[in-house]
């Protein structure tokens, strides 16, 4: 202790500081920006964006702090012996909620852009290179938030379960749902754009990291006329194609990536709890066709695009449930084959079901969520009033399922 070298040591104490008051200016920016862009229906002009994951600028500003505080009582052993570790306690507190806290949120309350803009260049490539062990903190508190999540209600399926139970069962919800159903355009209102976006692990994009040829081949596959074009992922979308612009291009492979800028156009950011009805009014109002569903850290959730909410709208005038669905196969005894990506909405519209909703989005997230494992053989499980068998697993998830209704099965006639 008696070499301790406290000139350097003041001096990273310092840079610490200055660093963690750094990363509290952008995250306090990010989220003024993201809420300036939520709030405002206009949408005239762009707003600056994060071009690293929030993840890894979290990461940095704890560690800052807890060397802050290491290196501080360390000193302050050193200067004070025994009254060291208090004083260290109180001045590197105080140091931290002026310099690192207090005055970088009023300064990024003041200039947003002009602090998103120095980290977005100060700090874009060495927080990138870090995202792996921030992936890695979050998905431990993710893990440990698990057991506090809502589950749906599942039981193993029982063969000697008594069939008035399960027609009891069924009656019940079936009443239940009764005072809540709504028809009409008025049940927009309740429905938001997250739950008919399209995720973003489906959304068909272009990355413009991929080699010119590789894009060619891929816009000459794509049935699609609108594209969010980005680099290496889509958070940090860039523009949005129009595929009908450069299609002449295509068929000699004479299309540039200058070429495929010019037909693009800014992307047009949608918050996720955005009523469909309110939605459907912002389209038009912007002229638009397609949005970026993004949620409050402006994280990219996937797309919602004009023709989706017109297919909601003309589903709630549907009087008769139809199997025209690509995911559904209908089976000689009445049950179903659903394929694992079947959107959870689209299976209740199109059988006239009441699966759960309001969490997970496909079939796959539904039944891993009740589960709370992916499952590796064949399993049977139990859904309110819905029997589910697991029979095919493929990339971690689950790809198909044979459900049927324990009171009732679909009319096949109509297939």
């Known amino acids: 202790m008696d070499n301790l070298p406290l000139g350097p040591l003041l001096a990273v104490l310092a ?8 990363f509290t200016a952008i995250e306090t920016a990010q989220q003024l920006l993201l809420a300036q862009r939520t709030a405002s229906r206009s949408g005239d002009k762009p707003v600056a964006r994060l071009s690293f994951p929030l993840n890894s600028l979290i990461l940095c500003n704890t560690l800052c702090r807890t060397l802050v505080v290491v290196i501080s009582t360390l000193l302050a052993v050193f200067s004070w012996a025994e009254n060291g570790p208090w004083l260290a306690c109180l001045i590197a507190g105080s140091t931290l909620l002026i310099f690192a806290d207090y005055l970088p949120r009023t300064l990024a309350n003041r200039y947003p ?24 903190f979050n998905g431990i508190s993710q893990l440990l938030l698990k057991p506090l999540a809502r589950k749906v209600k599942v039981v193993q399926q029982s063969d000697d379960e008594p069939p008035a139970a399960q027609g009891n069962e069924a009656d019940h919800e079936h009443a239940s749902c009764r005072p809540h159903a709504l028809s009409g355009i008025h049940a927009l209102d309740n429905i938001t754009v997250n739950d008919i976006l399209v995720p ?14 590789e894009i060619i081949e891929q816009l000459r596959a794509t049935k699609r006329t609108r594209l969010p074009v980005f680099h290496s992922d889509i958070n940090q979308v860039e523009a949005v194609l129009n595929t009908r612009q450069i299609r002449h291009l295509l068929p000699d ?22 009523p469909l009805q309110l939605q459907l009014l912002n389209f038009h109002k912007q002229q638009r066709r397609l949005g970026m569903v993004v949620d409050e850290y402006g994280e ?22 139809s199997l025209d669905n690509p995911h559904i196969h209908p089976q000689a005894d009445g049950r179903l084959v659903i394929d694992g990506a079947a959107s959870i909405r689209e299976l209740n519209k199109s059988l006239g079901w009441h699966l759960p909703s309001d ?6 997230g539904l039944v891993t969520e009740a589960l709370e494992t ?17 029979l095919e697993t493929e990339d971690n998830r689950v790809s ?4 049927w209704h324990t009171s009732s099965v679909p009319d096949l006639s109509k297939i």
């Open 253 to 274: 492979a004479s299309l540039t990536p200058q070429a495929l800028l010019a037909a693009c156009h800014e992307p047009y950011f949608v918050p996720e709890s955005t």
């Open 200 to 213: 973003r692990s489906e959304v068909d994009g272009i990355n413009l990291d991929d080699p010119i040829a």
């Open 113 to 136: 852009e002009a602090i998103l803009a120095l980290g977005n260049g100060l700090l874009g490539v060495p927080l990138k290179i870090i995202y792996p062990a921030a992936w890695l």
């Open 374 to 390: 992916i499952p590796d053989c064949a399993v049977c499980l139990k859904i309110g009033r819905y029997r589910l068998e697991i």
């Open 359 to 364: 969490g997970p989005k496909t079939l796959n």
């Open 300 to 321: 990219v959730l996937g797309i919602v695009t004009l023709e989706d909410i017109l297919e909601e709208i003309v589903g709630e005038f549907e009087s008769e449930h």
């Open 400 to 403: 198909r399922v044979l459900i």
């Open 15 to 22: 840079l610490l500081i200055l660093w963690s008051g750094l």
